[in-house]
């Protein structure tokens, strides 16, 4: 890593985040919150990028830091929400997608997240009912990237 002086911690995790390389942008993260203790987004996007490496535990105490500071943290809950799923803990899950929902009725991903919990827990008709909503929030907000996986994951759930 570069030497530390003047080095735009965020922006570095942004870019490493983008291209994948969690790791990296775990430590610019790390560092951001050495100087910025209170940065609520360093520790939000810390906890995104270990809870994709899969450390479940460490991610959850990042994004409950994070809420610490601002408890309205819509991606906080979504994305803890997200590191429950993958951990099995669904209930909890589902109640951080509905906390994410209750904050911001059109942020789609958290209708997209019950979804999945539903199916996971073999419940299909509940499922594809979040996808559709999920599906019209997407549409509604112009998130074409969220509309078009949307729109396949229910052509499979229907095959």
Avoid: C
């Avoid at 030497?3 to 560092?31: D, H």
């Avoid at 509905?98 to 997240?113: I, Q």
């Avoid at 509940?126 to 509309?147: G, P, W």
């Amino acid at each position: 890593m570069e030497s530390l002086a003047n080095v735009n911690f965020m922006e570095n995790a942004r870019q490493n985040m983008l291209e994948g390389k969690y790791g990296a942008a775990i430590e610019y993260l790390t560092y951001e919150i050495a100087q910025n203790p209170e940065s609520q987004i360093a520790y939000r996007n810390r906890g995104v990028a270990k809870g994709i490496l899969g450390e479940y535990e460490e991610a959850i105490k990042d994004l409950d830091e994070a809420l610490k500071i601002d408890t309205e943290d819509v991606y906080a809950y979504y994305n803890r929400g997200n590191v429950k799923k993958d951990m099995g803990r669904y209930a909890e899950a589902i109640a951080d997608y509905k906390k994410a929902r209750k904050l911001d009725e059109k942020f789609a991903e958290p209708h997209y997240g019950l979804g999945d919990v539903k199916l996971k827990m073999g419940n299909n008709e509940e499922a594809v009912a979040h996808f559709l909503d999920a599906l019209k929030l997407a549409a509604d907000s112009h998130n074409q990237r969220l509309f078009d996986f949307l729109q396949e994951r229910i052509k499979e759930m229907l095959k």
